[in-house]
């Protein structure tokens, strides 16, 4: 029997065998990866979708972009193959992947597929795949900033706020006193048996009427919840419909139970008649009779709510205990909020403003705008709004209401960066709202509260609020609210410097999102999994992080998000030595930010530093880093500017221009005698050595270094521990002291075959100690690396040989 086998570069792959083969040697590896390259070569003469391949690798096609991701990133590294050089296997940005190496097909008998090749199959089958890594390419490699970070931090933390805050406004009115909502007493796992979901509803009318599917939805599960109920909020219940659609069979979505822990689905239909609207509700438990109600109503409104109590009734629930209400205000509420839902934020904004009731009470009209506002990215008007709304009576007599302006401006003030502001607004919304009936509100406060206490590092107080606030939201039956959470527990880990921790929350976080749909929150956890990826020198697996968020782009409508896209991008181009597609990418993002985010901008000059500084363009890195200086926030990010602060004094110094450089720090102290694990820290000693060793004090510098290295270790984190080696190392060889640097760089040598820096170095001790061979393969791994990066001329030729002559690269082939 003939087989058909693939011979490619070192690498043999006979599908038929199932083995994998490298200059003689077999490759393990995973099953999924094998039929992965499989497909990928049966299919080289064209690019195959991303859908393609998953139903071939996994047999299914409910499989998350970073499951895909996993596979892909196994058989690169099986094949010496990365997203940065896609030699063998290539992107094709959103769409999927292709065979790009060249093949030849030798056609043999099927024993002849290598020296074992009657054996059973090597290939085992594949452990679980972590349901968050992804792959790609490269990183920020040159001059790493470990405290930039939390002010990005911060942005994010309060970013993730931003939907729920939203959605708690344009909720129908409320009455504030004898609403009932019981907390459990304990954590809840798995369905409840208060639990309920609430699905669209389908509406016979008019076609004016179709905001009643949404706004419906909304109005029943609002009451449900009020009646001690735990119903997901709709933008979660959508989100998670999105991603996962009704049968063909119109049977209920696939995973929804699971993914709400819902006991009863409720289905309806609203109808409207010559005398009014009939709303009929169906609760339907997993296996058993679904219970049915029916009510006839003189406007749609009246009928949902009917509907709804009538249901309550019929689930053993005491109805929720309210005063007069406004029919009419009700509905335009409820239209608004079913336009928010389907992101038709025009259309509620136009709702809003054509309502003479809400005309009535101008401070609930103008926070609700506020809302819509901020949630199209308009910060400065959405805050000066609801700065507005707090000075009118309303918000001093409605103490909820209040509650929840307070929260709105909160917000806004955290995503600007000004993070004692808005913990006055998080303390001030909690002494006003009222546990148990209140839940939503109260545990958006106290995710706020818990961010804004990151940066005075009151670690305890913050986890304790983050604690609190999941139970809030758990109790609410807000799932999505539970993942911001744990989102913004792996942002404080980030922030910790914990990069593995983060990823430990961010990651199975970034995966709910997805699975709910839950676009601005995803592209918000990706960029903190970008962050922690980066520290960890994951490189392959930070450029597939950012390559998960690219492939949004077309759907997202916050311009900061856009921004913010570009800017994870610029970041691993510019650690991957791709210095022009970086510089495309930020002149890119210049012409986004035009939203008033303080934070955004800061960051944007940051990266600008960081591109001008490794391209040895000294000039523009001291003016982007000093304009990153006077962005950065006014309060609690002080301790986060000493990465900038050592860019600027770099280019200080190159341009020769010491006076500026010395006014940037205290510069004649002496390192403390024990190593130190706060952030800073190391970016701090280096800032101290490198101006020491300008300024002749060697002997000063010297301590400083060793101190940042024991700092370096002792915090491990990667990144900067390569940080301090990169400066340290070079001037440890330019003293003559190869055994010390040879210490330093070992230190840093695992991580050479991903980091360009750890690379270069172990291609300058080499070359200092005259070794041919591993000079020769440092030097052939560093040009793999490098990108647009240059190696210095020196270190491309060896002094002497063996006899005598000068060994430069080329000669290496002879």
């Given at each position: 029997m003939t087989v058909e086998v693939y011979e490619f570069g070192a690498f043999r792959f006979n599908p038929s065998a199932r083995e994998l083969w490298r200059a003689g040697q077999r490759v393990d590896l995973p099953r999924r990866s094998f039929e992965c390259i499989e497909h990928l070569l049966a299919h080289r003469e064209r690019a195959v979708g991303r859908d393609e391949l998953v139903e071939a690798v996994f047999g299914r096609s409910n499989v998350s972009d970073a499951q895909l991701g996993q596979v892909v990133l196994r058989a690169r590294r099986a094949l010496d193959d990365d997203g940065?050089?896609?030699?063998?296997?290539?992107?094709?940005?959103?769409?999927?992947?292709?065979?790009?190496?060249?093949?030849?097909?030798?056609?043999?008998?099927?024993?002849?597929?290598?020296?074992?090749?009657a054996e059973p199959t090597f290939v085992p089958a594949d452990a679980a795949v972590p349901s968050g890594e992804t792959i790609a390419s490269a990183s920020s490699a040159g001059i790493r900033l470990?405290?930039?970070?939390?002010?990005?931090?911060?942005?994010?933390?309060?970013?993730?706020?931003?939907?729920?805050?939203?959605?708690?406004?344009?909720?129908?009115?409320?009455?504030?006193?004898?609403?009932?909502?019981?907390?459990?007493?304990?954590?809840?796992?798995?369905?409840?048996?208060?639990?309920?979901?609430?699905?669209?509803?389908?509406?016979?009318?008019?076609?004016?009427?179709?905001?009643?599917?949404?706004?419906?939805?909304?109005?029943?599960?609002?009451?449900?919840?009020?009646?001690?109920?735990?119903?997901?909020?709709?933008?979660?219940?959508?989100?998670?419909?999105?991603?996962?659609?009704?049968?063909?069979?119109?049977?209920?979505?696939?995973?929804?139970?699971?993914?709400?822990?819902?006991?009863?689905?409720?289905?309806?239909?609203?109808t409207r008649s010559a005398s009014g609207w009939q709303v009929e509700l169906a609760a339907a438990p997993e296996s058993g009779i679904a219970v049915p109600v029916r009510f006839t109503g003189r406007d749609p409104v009246q009928a949902m709510r009917g509907a709804a109590d009538l249901l309550l009734a019929a689930l053993g629930r005491s109805v929720p205990a309210e005063g007069e209400r406004d029919a009419t205000l009700d509905e335009t509420l409820q239209r608004a909020r079913a336009a928010m839902l389907a992101n038709e934020l025009d259309t509620a904004r136009e709702i809003l403003t054509a309502s003479p009731e809400l005309a009535a009470s101008s401070a609930r009209l103008a926070y609700r705008l506020a809302l819509v506002d901020f949630r199209a990215g308009q910060l400065d008007q959405a805050e000066a709004s609801l700065d507005e709304v707090l000075k009118q009576p309303e918000a001093a007599q409605d103490a909820r209401f209040r509650g929840q302006v307070l929260i709105a401006r909160g917000v806004?003030?955290?995503?600007?960066?000004?993070?004692?502001?808005?913990?006055?607004?998080?303390?001030?919304?909690?002494?006003?709202?009222?546990?148990?009936?209140?839940?939503?509100?109260?545990?958006?406060?106290?995710?706020?509260?818990?961010?804004?206490?990151?940066?005075?590092?009151?670690?305890?107080?913050?986890?304790?609020?983050?604690?609190?606030?999941?139970?809030?939201?758990?109790?609410?039956?807000?799932?999505?609210?539970?993942?911001?959470?744990?989102?913004?527990?792996?942002?404080?880990?980030?922030?910790?410097?914990?990069?593995?921790?983060?990823?430990?929350?961010?990651l199975p976080a970034a995966d709910r999102f997805q699975s709910f749909g839950a676009l601005h929150e995803l592209l918000l956890s990706l960029t903190g999994i970008v962050q922690a990826q980066l520290a960890m020198l994951q490189r392959d697996e930070a450029a597939a992080t950012v390559e998960r968020g690219w492939a949004l782009r077309e759907r997202i409508t916050d311009p900061d998000q856009r921004v913010d896209l570009l800017l994870n991008r610029a970041q691993v181009l510019i650690g991957s030595g791709r210095h022009r597609e970086a510089a495309a990418a930020l002149a890119q993002a210049r012409t986004g930010t035009n939203s008033g985010n303080r934070v955004l901008l800061a960051r944007l000059r940051a990266l600008g530093a960081e591109l001008a500084a490794v391209r040895e363009d000294w000039r523009a890195a001291a003016d982007e880093a000093a304009a990153a200086l006077a962005e950065w926030p006014s309060s609690g990010a002080d301790d986060e500017r000493s990465g900038?602060?050592?860019?600027?004094?770099?280019?200080?110094?190159?341009?020769?221009?010491?006076?500026?450089?010395?006014?940037?720090?205290?510069?004649?102290?002496?390192?403390?005698?024990?190593?130190?694990?706060?952030?800073?820290?190391?970016?701090?000693?280096?800032?101290?050595?490198?101006?020491?060793?300008?300024?002749?004090?060697?002997?000063?510098?010297?301590?400083?270094?060793?101190?940042?290295?024991?700092?370096?270790?002792?915090?491990?984190?990667?990144?900067?521990?390569?940080?301090?080696?990169?400066?340290?190392?070079?001037?440890?060889?330019?003293?003559?002291?190869?055994a010390q640097a040879a210490v330093v760089i070992g230190r840093v040598a695992p991580w050479a075959a991903r980091d360009f820096d750890c690379a270069l170095l172990q291609l300058r001790l080499f070359h200092a100690m005259d070794q041919r061979e591993p000079w020769f393969s440092a030097l052939r791994q560093a040009q793999a690396l490098a990108g647009e990066r240059a190696i210095s001329t020196e270190l491309l030729e060896l002094r002497t040989t063996g006899n005598g002559g000068p060994l430069r690269l080329s000669d290496r082939s002879r």
């Amino acid at each position: 029997m003939t087989v058909e086998v693939y011979e490619f570069g070192a690498f043999r792959f006979n599908p038929s065998a199932r083995e994998l083969w490298r200059a003689g040697q077999r490759v393990d590896l995973p099953r999924r990866s094998f039929e992965c390259i499989e497909h990928l070569l049966a299919h080289r003469e064209r690019a195959v979708g991303r859908d393609e391949l998953v139903e071939a690798v996994f047999g299914r096609s409910n499989v998350s972009d970073a499951q895909l991701g996993q596979v892909v990133l196994r058989a690169r590294r099986a094949l010496d193959d990365d997203g940065n050089t896609q030699r063998v296997v290539r992107t094709i940005a959103g769409y999927g992947y292709r065979w790009v190496a060249d093949v030849r097909v030798v056609v043999e008998e099927s024993a002849a597929g290598g020296a074992d090749a009657a054996e059973p199959t090597f290939v085992p089958a594949d452990a679980a795949v972590p349901s968050g890594e992804t792959i790609a390419s490269a990183s920020s490699a040159g001059i790493r900033l470990p405290r930039r970070r939390f002010a990005l931090l911060a942005a994010l933390a309060a970013s993730l706020l931003i939907a729920a805050a939203a959605w708690l406004a344009l909720s129908a009115h409320r009455p504030s006193e004898g609403l009932a909502q019981p907390v459990p007493t304990e954590r809840s796992i798995g369905t409840h048996a208060d639990s309920v979901v609430v699905l669209p509803l389908q509406v016979d009318g008019l076609r004016e009427d179709a905001w009643i599917r949404l706004g419906a939805m909304d109005l029943v599960a609002d009451r449900l919840r009020q009646a001690g109920l735990r119903a997901p909020a709709s933008e979660s219940v959508l989100a998670l419909l999105k991603s996962a659609p009704e049968s063909a069979s119109g049977g209920e979505p696939p995973n929804l139970r699971e993914a709400t822990g819902a006991r009863l689905l409720v289905r309806g239909r609203a109808t409207r008649s010559a005398s009014g609207w009939q709303v009929e509700l169906a609760a339907a438990p997993e296996s058993g009779i679904a219970v049915p109600v029916r009510f006839t109503g003189r406007d749609p409104v009246q009928a949902m709510r009917g509907a709804a109590d009538l249901l309550l009734a019929a689930l053993g629930r005491s109805v929720p205990a309210e005063g007069e209400r406004d029919a009419t205000l009700d509905e335009t509420l409820q239209r608004a909020r079913a336009a928010m839902l389907a992101n038709e934020l025009d259309t509620a904004r136009e709702i809003l403003t054509a309502s003479p009731e809400l005309a009535a009470s101008s401070a609930r009209l103008a926070y609700r705008l506020a809302l819509v506002d901020f949630r199209a990215g308009q910060l400065d008007q959405a805050e000066a709004s609801l700065d507005e709304v707090l000075k009118q009576p309303e918000a001093a007599q409605d103490a909820r209401f209040r509650g929840q302006v307070l929260i709105a401006r909160g917000v806004v003030r955290m995503r600007r960066g000004e993070f004692e502001q808005s913990s006055h607004d998080y303390d001030a919304a909690l002494a006003l709202l009222t546990p148990g009936r209140d839940a939503l509100e109260i545990g958006q406060a106290l995710t706020g509260r818990a961010n804004s206490r990151v940066p005075e590092r009151r670690y305890d107080e913050a986890l304790a609020d983050f604690g609190t606030a999941r139970t809030d939201l758990e109790s609410a039956g807000d799932q999505v609210g539970v993942a911001r959470v744990d989102a913004n527990l792996g942002l404080l880990e980030l922030f910790r410097s914990r990069p593995a921790a983060a990823l430990g929350y961010l990651l199975p976080a970034a995966d709910r999102f997805q699975s709910f749909g839950a676009l601005h929150e995803l592209l918000l956890s990706l960029t903190g999994i970008v962050q922690a990826q980066l520290a960890m020198l994951q490189r392959d697996e930070a450029a597939a992080t950012v390559e998960r968020g690219w492939a949004l782009r077309e759907r997202i409508t916050d311009p900061d998000q856009r921004v913010d896209l570009l800017l994870n991008r610029a970041q691993v181009l510019i650690g991957s030595g791709r210095h022009r597609e970086a510089a495309a990418a930020l002149a890119q993002a210049r012409t986004g930010t035009n939203s008033g985010n303080r934070v955004l901008l800061a960051r944007l000059r940051a990266l600008g530093a960081e591109l001008a500084a490794v391209r040895e363009d000294w000039r523009a890195a001291a003016d982007e880093a000093a304009a990153a200086l006077a962005e950065w926030p006014s309060s609690g990010a002080d301790d986060e500017r000493s990465g900038i602060v050592l860019i600027r004094q770099r280019a200080l110094l190159a341009l020769g221009e010491e006076a500026s450089a010395e006014a940037l720090l205290e510069r004649r102290r002496e390192p403390p005698e024990q190593a130190a694990d706060v952030p800073g820290v190391v970016t701090d000693a280096l800032a101290m050595a490198e101006w020491a060793q300008h300024a002749g004090d060697s002997a000063r510098a010297l301590r400083w270094f060793r101190f940042a290295a024991v700092s370096a270790d002792r915090r491990g984190v990667p990144a900067e521990i390569v940080a301090v080696a990169r400066a340290y190392a070079p001037v440890l060889l330019a003293t003559g002291e190869r055994a010390q640097a040879a210490v330093v760089i070992g230190r840093v040598a695992p991580w050479a075959a991903r980091d360009f820096d750890c690379a270069l170095l172990q291609l300058r001790l080499f070359h200092a100690m005259d070794q041919r061979e591993p000079w020769f393969s440092a030097l052939r791994q560093a040009q793999a690396l490098a990108g647009e990066r240059a190696i210095s001329t020196e270190l491309l030729e060896l002094r002497t040989t063996g006899n005598g002559g000068p060994l430069r690269l080329s000669d290496r082939s002879r």
